[in-house]
């Protein structure tokens, strides 16, 4: 989580972060969980492709009031 919310910090407003997960990867992490730490991190989850074994999923700043 320390480093995607490193990567929120930088990220331009209009920015996007593409993460891609391939199972078999000793770091590998869910979709489920990427997500909760997506929320945790002040990034919001915009979409994703793929299935259980390896996915892409696209991420941006989560909109503040």
Known sequence: VAALREIARVLKPTGRLV???LFGDPHFTT????KRQTADAGLA???????????????GLAKTS
Do not use: D, K, Q
Not at 31 to 34: D, P, V
């Open 19 to 21: 993460v891609g997960e």
């Open 45 to 59: 989850w915009e979409t994703s492709s793929g299935n259980w074994f390896g996915y892409f999923a696209r991420l």
């Open 31 to 34: 979709r489920s969980a990427l």
